[in-house]
């Protein structure tokens, strides 16, 4: 059963390198990111894991945990760990997962069959606190990832998920937002007491509330 926006991110309990972790405990009322690894000693991993553990104080700046994936052995866990450190200058500083009988992989649908019936894709998960799904990305095995663009949404979700508040395109953190509809103008008054400039009467920007 596919998982979607919206929905409860499965629990589940799993071996890992920082030792055996249930999610929900791990989380503990946090937001966080899950996300796997097709199989340990592959180039893109190398790569997505070392830069994901050198912007690991921005995601710990949002109060955000993150959690690797991936269906190899704990015991291969420790020389791919090195390998990372090696080649991409940062060691791995959050819990991997060794997800060997599938089970994660499974609940959140991470397996790809027209790819493989046993290898994941490159699938990302961010969960809020109350331990619904918020993102889902899935990217090919051939594409890594953007970690700075899983930061810059964070940002998103939790400034919309405070206020009464959507980004636009390409937003940053600092940047000018847009109002709900469903917010009347006479209510803008009360939550957005900096202004707005209605560029239509459905778009209208303003400052960053909590800014």
């Not at 866990?77 to 060691?91: F, L, M, V």
């Not at 490159?122 to 606190?129: A, E, L, N, Q, T």
Request: with cysteine.
């Amino acid at each position: 059963m596919s998982l979607h926006i919206g929905d409860i991110a499965p629990d589940f309990t799993a071996e890992t390198t920082e030792g055996k972790i249930n999610f929900y405990d791990y989380i503990d009322g946090k937001w966080a990111v899950l996300f796997s690894h097709p199989k340990n000693f592959t180039p893109v991993c190398t790569t997505e894991l070392g830069y994901t553990a050198y912007l690991k104080p921005q995601f710990e700046a949002r109060g955000v945990k993150v959690l690797g994936l991936s269906v190899d052995k704990l015991e291969s866990h420790e020389p791919w760990s090195k390998d990372i450190e090696e080649t991409q200058g940062t060691a791995l500083n959050f819990p991997l997962i060794a997800d060997t009988d599938r089970t994660v992989a499974t609940l959140y649908d991470m397996i790809h069959p027209n790819a493989s019936d046993t290898v994941t894709v490159r699938s990302v998960f961010i969960v809020g606190p109350d331990k619904k799904i918020k993102l889902i990305i899935t990217y090919p095995q051939s594409a890594g990832r953007n970690v700075d663009e899983l930061l810059r949404v964070i940002d998103s979700l939790q400034l919309t998920a405070g206020y009464s508040v959507s980004t636009p395109v390409d937003w940053k953190d600092g940047e000018d937002v847009i109002i709900v509809p469903a917010v009347s103008d006479e209510d803008a008054k009360q939550k957005f007491p900096k202004g707005w400039k209605a560029i239509k009467p459905y778009l209208r920007v303003t400052p960053q509330p909590n800014k």
